[in-house]
């Protein structure tokens, strides 16, 4: 049980385009979503929490109108990458958690490339 | 604030030998203690967690921690690891809320 997917598990898009990532929770409805970026090497930052139905809360220096987040249901979340760059090239995980438990559940991962 | 420190950015060992991957945290108050693998380009697997009772807790894969409250410590130990164990460990803390705050990963290399 707690299968968390994402989707696409790897894009490849050209500078100045959006890049959408689907976080589903599988077997179970998250009450929230975690949102991380990870560069080559290092640990997880987190980026944003979103609760169902309500605006993301985003970690101070994110970028609310680049990473805009969505959690439309109890089991889908969305990271759209706005107009990205380079720079923006990194592996994006998510995570969902129930209310109470204090584990959280992690998806695979989604590896950006900017061009 | 919470803080996590992980004090080993990389461990090398030879199969079978023990691994210890230390973990330090700092928080003024109670807080929750999880270890996590990850294998190359893949998402965060849970090893095991503290949230309360016993300070030494068991996980998946042999591996086992202990709690330190006086040393604000949580150190994964596992007395025989094997090949499949080489990954990347983080040591991870919450008090609450469910926001994970992640230490910088400790790369375990296990060597034939």
């Known amino acids: 049980g707690a299968v968390v997917s994402q989707h696409p598990s790897r894009v490849i898009c050209k500078s100045g385009t959006s890049v959408k990532i689907e976080c589903r929770s599988l077997?179970?409805?998250?009450?929230?979503m975690f949102w991380y970026r990870q560069f080559p090497k290092q640990s997880l930052m987190l980026m944003a929490t979103s609760n169902e139905g309500s605006k993301a809360t985003y970690e101070q220096g994110v970028e609310k109108d680049k990473f805009l987040i969505n959690h439309a249901s109890l089991t889908l979340s969305t990271l759209t990458v706005a107009s990205a760059h380079p720079e923006d090239s990194s592996f994006y995980i998510c995570?969902?958690?129930?209310?109470?438990?204090?584990?959280?559940?992690f998806g695979p991962g989604t590896r950006l490339t900017v061009t | 604030a919470q803080s996590v420190t992980q004090l080993d950015s990389q461990v090398p060992v030879f199969e079978e030998a023990p691994v210890e991957l230390r973990c330090n945290y700092s928080s003024s108050v109670s807080v929750y203690l999880f270890w996590y693998v990850q294998y190359p380009n893949q998402g965060l697997q849970l090893l095991l967690k503290?949230?309360?009772?016993?300070?030494l807790v068991k996980g998946i894969n042999g591996f086992e921690a202990e709690f330190n409250k006086s040393q604000t410590s949580f150190h994964l130990r596992k007395p025989s690891v094997h090949i499949s164990d080489t990954a990347e460990y983080f040591c991870?803390?919450?008090?609450?809320?469910?926001?994970?705050?992640f230490g910088q990963g400790t790369r375990l290399t296990i060597n034939p």
């Open positions: 991870a803390v919450t008090k609450g809320a469910q926001k994970l705050v």
């Open positions: 995570s969902a958690g129930v209310g109470g438990d204090y584990e959280q559940y």
């Open positions: 077997d179970f409805q998250a009450t929230t």
């Open positions: 503290y949230l309360s009772g016993s300070t």
